[in-house]
DNA sequence: CTAGGGTTAG
């Protein structure tokens, strides 16, 4: 009788796995092993304090387990989240043992994480069936949360009207599942009424939701109200908060406020850091962007994978080679490479920064890829003129068993355009049809380009006329197609025909291909003439690219002064290209004084580009005007420039 | 033994 007190008493001190064996064995040894009690008790320190599987052995040799034990085994493995064995030992243990509420809790949660509705349904009405679960609010909370998480949202509301006054949690359990079911409208709706009509306050937890739900509507105005809700309540908001709304000004490009904010915040923390970045990354302030990035890790800060994404993404946008192999590097201390997304990122960063080379490294070094890293990849190499390299990547997609997708197709149908290839466009025409891309208007329009710029006119009008749902970015395809072989008159007549025979409305890239057409052909009328439709029949703000092409047409037929009042009036920004375009005119119409303003124009978005600094001296030189020439000449030496050789190739 | 939550990413 001693004995079994003592032990009880040990039992009731041990607190780590080891003693606990220990003392197993003793009370094996002593047989009061077999004392309910103290079995009862031996079990909930299994439970409590060995590896779950041994907690689980021990429980099913228990033959009787009381409620409380089964409860605690079932929160033991919720908590490491073994939802698939939480539902099986429930199973289990029904029939010794009623459940209570607190068993609903842990099983209710199991079945929000594994979607399992049906499990989930069985016990709310096990629940209304034994007892009064209407007058608890954890497990009120519990069937909100199930229900959302299974994307039943009419059931979940249907719970919440059960309560005549539901808590702050329930509200809030109601409010998350809108937000975390794509219903932000509904979920500002449930909160507002929350507030207003029942006059329930929000703590941090309901407005980190609401914000989250302001950011998915990127809803400005509502999330600044909201902000102006917590200054109101509390003087110093809790860091998740303002993580939140950090987060909405990112997203809705509110550099200021995001900026304003993060200056006033007292506890910053890594989200915070990569929230402000990637705002400044993505709205245009890159250097801002990397010099956050350096402050952040000059105060200690720990880099995670996201910030590290964002501040790459800026390396990206101002094409800062030194800056993103910097970031690599660190990158690569801190073991981030590992991660796909930012091995993808540094992808990215090394293709827009014309180093294909590094690119192609990291992605070797990637132990796992998946399709987007893939994409990248190619999309790079297409970027950077590999075109061979990209139909080599697109095999060993296919060989790697990454099924392409449309957007995929497009990039390879471009590389092979580039290639000129036709047996390989038939190849891929093949495929086109096999993977079921021949619904996707931009793999039939890249496929159409592809032929015709293989030379094949004939092979892109099949396909052309072989597509029953021909959309804008068909017809246009066409007659980009069209405009490459210089059979502008049968370009136009096909827009004629779209506009008779179809409802297509002609857009920007519509006119851009037609355009394109007349200039290639020198049908300078017909040219002016669409220009003016697209304006004023079809109200489309003409681009820039649109007046390079008029300029250009303008130009070939030496009309250099009708270009240049053209450029005069331009309204939209005057691109470099147009520049280009006239001053490739005057070159070939000998006019150095358009020329000269056209280069020096062209100069300004190139400093360095050599070309235009020969181009011109040369237009000086045949104008006989040698000092000027002399002086760019020199200009040249001085600046170190380099005329890039041009090449081109041709393949039979 | 009990409930609702943060953020960034190709």
Redesign the pocket.
């Known amino acids: 009788m001693r004995s079994r007190e003592i032990v009880l008493k040990l039992v009731g001190v041990c607190t780590t796995a080891k003693l606990l064996t220990q003392l197993h064995s003793l009370i094996i040894r002593t047989g009061l092993n077999h004392d309910i009690q103290i079995a009862a008790k031996l079990t909930e320190l299994y439970i409590e304090l060995l590896p779950v599987q041994t907690a689980r052995k021990v429980f099913d040799e228990i033959p009787q387990p009381s409620g409380?034990t089964c409860?605690?085994i079932l929160?033991r493995f919720c908590g490491i989240k073994r939802y698939g064995e939480v539902l099986s030992l429930f199973s289990s243990m029904f029939s010794f043992e009623k459940p209570d509420?607190?068993t609903l809790?842990f099983v209710l949660?199991a079945c929000s994480a594994l979607n399992a509705l049906n499990f989930g349904r069985l016990i709310h009405g096990f629940g209304i069936k034994h007892g009064n679960i209407h007058s608890?609010?954890?497990l009120g909370?519990?069937l909100i949360?199930f229900y959302s998480k299974c994307g039943d949202m009419d059931d979940a509301l249907r719970v919440f009207e059960e309560y005549t006054k539901p808590?702050?949690?329930?509200w809030?359990?109601l409010v998350?599942g809108y937000e975390q079911s794509f219903k932000p409208d509904e979920a500002l709706a449930v909160f507002t009424g929350m507030m207003m009509t029942h006059g329930v306050s929000p703590?941090?937890?309901?407005l980190?939701?609401v914000v989250?739900a302001c950011?998915q509507l990127l809803n400005l105005k509502a999330g600044k109200s909201v902000h102006g809700l917590v200054i109101r309540m509390n003087n110093e908001s809790?860091?998740?908060v303002s993580?939140?709304l950090l987060?909405l000004y990112?997203?809705t490009g509110s550099i200021e406020y995001a900026g304003n904010l993060f200056r006033m915040m007292e506890e910053k923390?890594v989200?915070s850091w990569?929230?402000i970045i990637?705002c400044c990354a993505h709205n245009g302030a890159t250097d801002r962007a990397i010099s956050l990035f350096d402050e952040m890790i000059h105060k200690g800060v720990e880099p995670?994978?996201?910030?590290v994404?964002?501040a790459l993404?800026a390396s990206e946008a101002c094409c800062n080679l030194e800056k993103g192999r910097q970031i690599h590097e660190l990158a690569f201390q801190k073991g981030l490479e590992l991660d796909?997304?930012v091995s993808?990122?540094l992808i990215?960063m090394y293709m827009s920064c014309c180093s294909p080379k590094e690119a192609i490294m990291v992605f070797d070094r990637m132990l796992n890829k998946?399709d987007?890293?893939w994409f990248?990849l190619l999309c790079g190499c297409v970027q950077n003129g590999m075109f061979y390299k990209s139909m080599q990547i697109f095999c060993d997609m296919m060989a790697s068993d990454i099924q392409p997708d449309a957007t995929v197709m497009v990039k390879t149908l471009v590389a092979c355009s580039e290639l000129g290839i036709i047996q390989l466009t038939s190849c891929l025409h093949g495929y086109v049809i096999r993977g079921g891309f021949t619904s996707n208007s931009f793999v039939g329009a890249s496929l159409i380009e592809c032929y015709a710029k293989c030379g094949s006119l004939e092979e892109a009008d099949k396909v052309f006329e072989g597509l029953t749902d021909k959309d804008v970015v068909i017809w246009s395809s066409m007659f980009a197609s069209y405009g490459i072989h210089g059979q502008a008159r049968e370009s136009v007549n096909l827009f004629h025909r779209m506009v008779t025979d179809s409802t297509v409305r002609p857009n920007k890239v519509t006119f851009l291909s037609i355009l394109a057409a007349c200039s290639h052909a020198g049908l300078v009328e017909e040219g002016i003439e669409f220009f003016n439709m697209m304006l004023y029949k079809y109200q489309l703000m003409p681009e820039s690219k649109h007046y390079a092409i008029i300029v250009d047409l303008l130009g070939r037929t030496g009309e250099l002064d009708k270009a240049m009042c053209f450029i005069n009036q331009m309204q939209s920004q005057v691109g470099a290209h147009v520049w280009g375009a006239l001053f490739g005119a005057c070159r070939i119409h000998q006019n150095a004084e358009i020329g000269e303003a056209a280069a020096r124009n062209l100069l300004q978005f190139d400093p360095d580009h050599a070309g235009y600094y020969i181009l011109l001296s040369n237009m000086y030189a045949v104008d006989g005007k040698w000092d000027d020439a002399a002086e760019l000449r020199s200009a040249i030496k001085e600046k170190q420039l380099k005329k890039i050789t041009g090449h081109s190739v041709v393949r039979l």
């Open positions: 409380y409860n605690r929160q509420h607190f809790l949660k608890n609010m954890f909370s519990a949360e808590d702050l949690v329930l809030t359990t998350t703590d941090p937890v309901t980190v939701t989250s950011t809790p860091l998740p993580n939140a987060n990112a997203k923390d989200i990569s929230c990637s995670n994978s996201v910030s994404i964002s993404q796909i997304l993808t990122a990215d998946d987007v890293s990248s």
